[in-house]
């Protein structure tokens, strides 16, 4: 495995206009199925539209329109906080700057003020459940809050169409589904990777395989670039800034390492001693 900083290196030395290539000959157009911002149930692919309807009717890109119905959750699912099935929740990867720019967003979108919480949550993976039945231990990074129905919180559907309501600030990682680059280092997103060609891989999408205009390609290509260099920028901050002694620090159950150094599950930083 090369070092982070191999892997950032080749990340700078991505050609947008081949990475453009791969996205036009694996084909994409959104179809707003809402799939990569919803929960799924657990048997099905996360980041796959979430329990498409029987008539096929499906919503997001990265604006994303669909089918959460009013009897419930997406897909048709029966909402978790009324005792209806099981959801795994969306779970997408939020860096600290982004989380500040989806709030500061939100702010002005809903006239209200966002603080951390309202937008992240520790990333799941690798924390334990204490005997409060709350979540404890040590993680890396954060991902989108979510919903009663494991929604992403700014995810959005009314009269069967859907929404990101933070759509010109979101995240790297919803900018560039369903493409990822196959880096060491980057993150996959939750749908497994169905396609590739070059180094991109494509992750389980409906919108996949359909026309793509040369400036869409190109554009996305940039954004994922972007993104590939962010995450090993990121993943090398995590790494560097790891203090196995923050939890003695801590005020909370939970600690989160991030770029910017160990945080409470709020996000308020764990100083030093
Ligand atoms: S990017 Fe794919 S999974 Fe997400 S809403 Fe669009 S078509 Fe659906």
Same mark, same amino acid.
């Given at each position: 495995? /090369?070092?982070? @900083?191999?892997?950032? *290196?080749? !990340? ?5 206009? @081949?990475?453009?290539? !791969? ?5 994409? /157009? =959104? ?5 990569? #911002?919803?929960?799924?149930?657990? +048997?099905?692919?996360? %980041? !796959? ?10 919503? $997001? ?11 419930? =959750? ?32 939100? /702010? ?38 979510? +919903?009663? =129905?494991? $929604? #992403? ?10 929404? #990101?309501?933070?759509? *010109? ?25 169905? $396609? ?8 389980? =999408?409906?919108?996949? %395989? ?5 400036? +869409? ?7 994922? &670039? &972007? ?23 801590? $005020? ?10 160990? &945080? ?10």
């Amino acid at each position: 495995m /090369e070092s982070l @900083e191999a892997e950032l *290196d080749a !990340a700078r030395d991505l050609e947008v206009a @081949e990475l453009a290539d !791969a996205i036009e000959s694996i084909g994409f /157009e =959104c179809t707003r199925c809402g799939g990569c #911002c919803t929960g799924y149930a657990p +048997d099905e692919p996360g %980041g !796959a539209p979430a329990g498409a309807t029987e008539d096929g009717a499906s919503g $997001d890109d990265n604006g994303v329109g669909s089918a959460e119905t009013d009897a419930g =959750c997406h897909g048709g699912a029966d909402d978790p906080s009324e005792g209806g099935t099981d959801r795994e929740p969306h779970t997408a990867t939020v860096f600290p700057d982004e989380v500040r720019r989806v709030a500061d967003a939100a /702010e002005d979108e809903f006239g209200e003020a966002y603080d951390w919480r309202d937008v992240a949550r520790p990333m799941p993976f690798g924390l334990d459940e204490g005997s409060d039945g709350d979540p404890t231990g040590e993680t890396f990074e954060w991902a989108l809050a979510t +919903d009663d =129905c494991g $929604d #992403c919180t700014f995810y959005e559907e009314s009269g069967g169409e859907g929404a #990101c309501t933070v759509h *010109d600030a979101r995240p790297l990682i919803c900018r560039t589904y369903p493409f990822s680059v196959a880096l060491e280092g980057t993150s996959q997103p939750m749908g497994e990777a169905v $396609d590739e060609a070059g180094v991109v891989r494509a992750h389980e =999408c409906e919108g996949l %395989g359909r026309d793509i205009s040369r400036d +869409d390609a190109e554009e996305l290509a940039a954004a994922l &670039k &972007k993104r590939a260099v962010r995450e090993l920028a990121e993943a090398i901050g995590v790494r560097d800034g790891y203090d196995p002694a923050a939890r003695d620090r801590a $005020d909370g159950d939970v600690v989160v390492f991030d770029s910017e150094g160990p &945080k409470e599950a709020d996000g308020t930083p764990i100083g030093g001693e």
